[in-house]
């Protein structure tokens, strides 16, 4: 996967920009990257403070020849190519909070949100990660639950140099995802880096209802598998889950 980036000093969301690039014929691998965002987006409609160069903002353009039952995976995927590279650059301990919050003693540092468009040269996937490099410019109510490189490094990090680490990385899993059993490996590699694989208790806010179980594995999608305290097993496509006590 070759990487073309480009750089923007201030955009809306990095997402929407490689959205519409993906609309217009941009090829896989076109890296959208913004200092800052006016108008960051999260999961669940949700805003993504991204004040200028606190975060890193950017966004992949991908053309997965992959069966589309598995394109959930790769939301699962990016948040494995944090996770290594926060452990490998930066010997931090990061855990995953299912399906790709990487979070760093329960404190949030990352999120990815994946979107999908069709273009006229099919489906492309537009994974967005945003990273927050310094805790400086949190909002007081972000204080409470992210963290950032800096906060639990001591010192800033270099954007540039985590961008090249992690579009390396995303490559190499990237590959492995679209190799033969590729699913399967991707979600060994989540099991591994996440606490929230199995055993976990956890309370998980759906649309309607809100359930509490234990978590047992996740499905061959990705998808959570949550067994209630009735006993019954629940599989979460999507949803806010929330550790209620260690476990
Ligand atoms: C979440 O945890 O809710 C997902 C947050 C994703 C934020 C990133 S920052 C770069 C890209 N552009 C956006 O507007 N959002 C994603």
């Keep these: 996967m070759n990487f073309t980036i480009l750089r923007f000093d201030s955009i809306g969301s990095t997402n929407t920009e490689a959205l519409n690039q993906a609309k217009q014929g941009a090829e896989e691998g076109l890296c959208v990257v913004a200092k800052a965002q006016t108008a960051g987006r999260g999961r669940h409609g949700r805003t993504w403070v991204s004040a200028r160069d606190s975060g890193l903002y950017f966004s992949i353009v991908l053309r997965p020849k992959i069966e589309i ?25 990061p855990d ?41 410019n949190f909002p007081s109510k972000l204080e409470e639950i992210a963290t950032s490189i800096e906060a639990e490094t001591g010192a800033k990090p270099n954007a540039e140099d985590i961008l090249q680490n992690l579009t390396k990385q ?22 591994k880096k996440s606490s929230y694989f199995f055993g976990k208790t956890v309370r998980v806010k759906l649309e309607h209802e809100t359930i509490f179980g234990k978590t047992c594995g996740i499905e061959e ?16 496509q999507a949803g806010d889950v929330e550790m209620l006590r260690k476990s």
């Design 69 to 93: 039952k598995f394109l959930p995976l790769l939301t699962l995927m990016s948040a494995v190519v944090v996770t290594e590279v926060l452990q490998e650059f930066y010997e931090l301990q």
């Design 96 to 136: 995953i909070k299912w399906a790709n919050d990487v979070h760093i003693n329960g404190k949030k540092i990352c999120g990815v949100l994946a979107e999908v468009a069709e273009t006229k040269k099919g489906l492309a996937v537009v994974v967005g990660i945003g990273i927050n490099l310094t805790s400086a």
């Design 170 to 191: 995303f490559a190499k899993f990237y590959r492995i995802f679209s190799g033969a059993s590729g699913a399967e490996k991707i979600r060994e590699e989540w099991a």
């Design 221 to 236: 999608t990705g998808a959570l598998r949550v067994k209630t305290d009735a006993g019954e097993i629940k599989v979460i």
